[in-house]
């Protein structure tokens, strides 16, 4: 902790700034065990789609079937009421084909709108594939409270290889009770829309930092002001990592960037 007097030339004026840093961390991190992995389903779609809830009946039961082993990011489409122009550049990024509903799993593989067992099968098949070629070599803990409408985040993030990654920090959103289309799927009057993208924390795309040795412990803080609109109760702080393949294997369904979750 230090104290910085800064004052004109002549005295008239002097601010006094208070600035506190973190230390050295004397940690007992295991560095040794293994990360759990958790793939990242980013699922877009819209309440105009009809076939969407045939999709995320799919998920539900994939996360039955498995559970504790997928993270679901529900982004809705620029002309749907719960959409939020903010995350457009994921739609850009990852569903350019304007298709929905429409899946992407950990930033790599498609997933189309398959119902049921088989769908399930293939999201099995893809987090099995990412387990085997791209063990996780990252992990995150992260305190947050609320002052008012203001959400604090301090995250920490746990780094066992050095390398080049990004970091994307959202709020989403659930329990929302609103329509959805029913054309194929029956009636969907009070639908429940969950894992809603609501307030981007950092960039949509990552925030990009880079580690210069093996396990590494990398910290941010963030404060973002939520809507009086959304239900605090309701609200989960999703966080996620990319890191660069590098001279890794690439597969993926097509080309999205040098990065996967």
Known sequence: ??????????????????????????????????????????KFTGTWCGYCPIMANTVHLYQQQYPGTLEVLNIYSSSGSLSNTAFNPLIS??????????????????LDNYSGDYGARLIRQFVEEQETNYPPVTTVGYNSSFSGSTLDIDLKMYIKKADSYKVT?????????GTQADNYDGDHENY??????????????????????????????????????YVKDNLKILVYIQRAYGSQTVIRSADYGDYYV
């Open 93 to 110: 990024l990852y569903n350019s084909n304007g298709s929905y509903p429409h899946g992407m799993v950990d930033g790599r593989q498609d």
């Open 169 to 177: 920090v959202i709020v989403t959103e659930s329990n929302v009770i």
């Open 192 to 229: 429940v829309h969950n894992d809603i993208a609501r307030i981007a924390v950092t960039d949509v795309n990552g925030e990009a930092f880079t580690t210069s040795q093996d396990n590494s412990i990398v910290k941010r803080n963030y404060s973002v002001s939520v809507p009086s609109s």
């Open 1 to 42: 902790t230090a104290s910085l007097t800064v004052s004109t030339a002549d005295g008239s004026i002097s601010r006094t700034i208070v600035v506190s840093q973190d230390g050295n961390e004397s940690t007992t991190f295991d560095w040794s065990k293994d990360f759990y992995h958790k793939s990242l389903l980013m």
